[in-house]
């Protein structure tokens, strides 16, 4: 038995796909990044890795996407089974995949268009600039108020008393200026007097004494924003003024006071001065930026396109390998192979059908093995009464001769001599033909096994061709053999073939005709063969004893003892060729025979 096993699904493909997709997917997130963050596409050296990724990947998947065409045209050229019906199930996956990936390439660039459209809207840009320049208003309006209140004449008047009540101060400072949040006065050692308002804006004393004198600064502190500004007052000096912008003497108080900004007032400011500046680089790069987002788009969906004709490849080769596998088995069984079996895997869709065509064959090859039997009876039966046929035949005149020899002597008879040498030729004549039909029976029935080798037809034929050439007046041609020709077989058996057949083609034409032998290599399927040719011009094969000409002692020649033709035709099954003739009556008969080239019968032989 030969089992043929019905693959499955290759688990090497389709892990190879997963990790491609898998691959795609890491390069998709990378290139999105990439065109996120840099739309000028300045970062040379992540932007070259990218690009190189994204232009290798795709000619990767058509590389094999190229390879497997190839492979399916050199299929369909070489006629391999199954070929068109893959050919024809992977234009039906490319019309799926086509169906599925147009639309929604259609729906992609249209979002894309759209999106773009409003991303580059003028008013947002516009809505964006606003709320910078009122951000940048309130700040600019609050520092010029604080500026202007901390160098105003009358800013010191409002301080007098500070040394001594600065709460009282502060209250009064607080109700002309109420946007002030916070109040602090330092000594003339820089150490902390009072401290009103938030406590959240209030300067430790070595902050006090590094703030310059009336100049307005942003501070933070405990993520809270605001303005502060420095003032110094000398208790003895009553003219208001005269300090703003002096380097503070012995002897002079420090004042902090501070103004907070709104809550969230640095990240909104921040995030509004980063959104502008990304709408000014999506303006400045707009056409970079629609080029991205379509290679973007191409990327992401051009490899998913070759990736979906990848899995149709596995696909198409997951459905038709059982179908191949059952065309093959089934080429065997008509070739006479009834031992191949298929394994399936057990649950697979093909499986009952696999287990109905094991079941088939092996009730081909029990009926088979019947029918082989019952000939082989009928063979031996039908041989045994020819056999015993042309044994007796040689009887009667053996035992007339032994019974005339014997009354000439009883009657003492003068002839008896004469009778004597004359009854004993004919007797030893008679056991010499039955000993000649024993040594026949013998040789065909103890035909040895093949004893396979390289054999070339043209040396067989020519030294045959040279022994049966010895008649002037009969040609024999062998102008159509090849030197290239080569049969894997038993060189002797294959002498002894074309022997017999050159043999009788000969005896056919008697003394006066032509006989050629030619060798043709022919193609069966995938299969190659040499096809040897024996013609003859003499009478044909009478049509009676046509359908009988390959059963042993039938014979059309008066000394014939109608085992030739048996013989090789035995030669010719052993070999697993095939044997045939065509004739015609008055014309003459020509014999073919078709033994596997050296090639295909080692490929045979290694697979049975």
Known sequence: ????????????????????????????????????????????????????????????????????????????????????????????????????????????????????????????????????????????????????????????????????????????????????????????????????????????????????????????????????????????????????????????????????????????????????????????????????ISLFYGFF?????????????????????PIVSLEDATRRVADGDFSTRILARRGDELSLLVDSFNRMVGELERTREKIIQAEKIAAWQEIAQRLAHEVKNPLTPIRLAAERTLRRYQDGSESFGEVLETSVRAIVGEVDNLSALLSEFREFSRLPAPKMEAVALHSVIGEVVATYSTCPSVRVETDGVSEDLTVFADPGQIRQLVTNLVKNALEAVGEQGNVSVHVDPVKKGSSTFCRIRVEDDGPGIPREQQSRIFDPYVTTKRKGTGLGLAIVQRIVFDHHGQ????????????????LPAAEAARDRKGLL
């Open 1 to 292: 038995m030969t089992p043929r096993r019905m693959p499955g699904t290759s688990v090497t493909g389709l892990l190879s796909l997963i990790v491609l997709y898998l691959v795609l997917i890491v390069l998709v997130l990378v290139f999105a990044q990439q065109v996120l963050t840099d739309l000028s596409f300045t970062g040379s050296s992540a932007t070259v890795v990218v690009l190189v990724l994204a232009t290798m990947f795709p000619l990767f998947l058509g590389a094999l996407i190229v390879y497997n065409v190839v492979r399916l045209v050199h299929d369909r050229a070489v006629r391999r089974p199954g070929a068109r019906l893959k050919s024809r199930l992977l234009t039906f996956f490319l019309v799926i995949v086509l169906l599925a990936s147009v639309p929604q390439g259609i729906l992609s660039v249209s979002f894309i268009r759209t999106a773009i459209r409003a991303w580059f809207s003028e008013d947002t840009g516009e809505a964006i600039r606003g709320g910078q320049q009122i951000a940048l208003s309130f700040f600019t309006q609050l520092e010029r108020d604080l500026t202007a209140f901390a160098s105003s004449p009358w800013a010191m008047s409002l301080m007098d008393g500070v040394e001594r009540q600065p709460g009282r101060v502060w209250e009064r400072v607080q109700g002309v200026n109420p946007t002030l949040d916070s109040f602090q006065v330092f000594g003339p050692a820089f150490q902390e007097l009072y401290a009103g308002g938030a406590a959240e804006l209030h300067l430790t004393p070595l902050q006090a004494a590094a703030a310059r004198e009336g100049q307005v600064a942003r501070e933070s502190a405990g993520g809270v924003s605001f303005l502060r500004v420095r003032l110094s007052y000398f208790p003895d000096v009553r003219s208001p003024g005269t300090t703003i912008g002096e380097t503070s003497l012995p002897g002079a108080y420090t004042i902090i006071m501070a103004s907070r900004l709104p809550s969230g007032f640095d990240e909104a400011a921040g995030r509004l001065t980063e959104s502008l500046e990304f709408f000014i680089q999506l303006d400045r790069f707009q056409d970079n930026f629609v080029t991205a």
């Open 301 to 321: 969906s051009v490899p998913l396109v070759l990736l979906s004709l990848l899995v149709s490849f596995l696909l198409s080769d997951e459905i038709m390998r």
């Open 579 to 594: 044997i045939w003739f065509e004739t015609q009556p008055g014309v003459g008969t020509t014999f073919y025979v078709d």
